[in-house]
């Protein structure tokens, strides 16, 4: 599982020329999924998500969390961050979970955020969707949960 994590001013996610979500300070998050995920793997990626301290404290040191700031999340299903650009320039996208395993954990994500974070939005699976962000910092942190984990 993949995790890149935009800590943002506001965020929003169009679809078909219709703004399904947004958010002001907090985290988009980009969510990549692979075949080998389970909630097991997403229960320890989202401990680490909700606990990184990136938010500013009153000394302008990096020491509270999306909680702390009352931070809203916006996370959004994107299989291209398994894309494998080894062999020549077509990214092959084999390593990303197959749909139905994908929209079953991005869904159990979406319902674990809701149960710590106050505003927890998403985007539309599976669909073309524009994202905009105003990216605070800027700020991006990728979370992997092979390193993280030493799962391969």
Do not use: W
Not at 67 to 74: C, F, M, R, S, W
Not at 131 to 147: A, C, K, M, R
């Amino acid at each position: 599982m993949r995790m890149f994590i935009q800590r943002v001013s506001h965020a929003s996610v169009t679809v078909d020329h219709t703004r399904i979500s947004t958010i002001q300070q907090g985290f988009l998050v980009l969510l990549g999924i692979c075949q080998e995920d389970t909630k097991e793997i997403a229960d320890k990626m989202l401990r680490k998500m909700l606990n990184l301290r990136i938010f500013s404290d009153e000394n302008g040191k990096t020491n509270l969390s999306l909680k702390d700031v009352n931070g809203a999340l916006l996370i959004v299903s994107q299989f291209t961050l398994y894309a494998d650009c080894k062999k020549g320039n077509r990214p092959s996208f084999t390593q990303a979970g197959k749909p139905d395993l994908a929209n079953e954990l991005y869904e159990y994500i979406l319902a674990e955020c809701k149960k710590e974070i106050a505003l927890v939005e998403s985007g539309s699976f599976g669909a073309e969707m524009k994202v905009e962000l105003l990216n605070d910092g800027p700020f991006t942190i990728l979370l992997d949960s092979e390193e993280l984990f030493h799962l391969s």
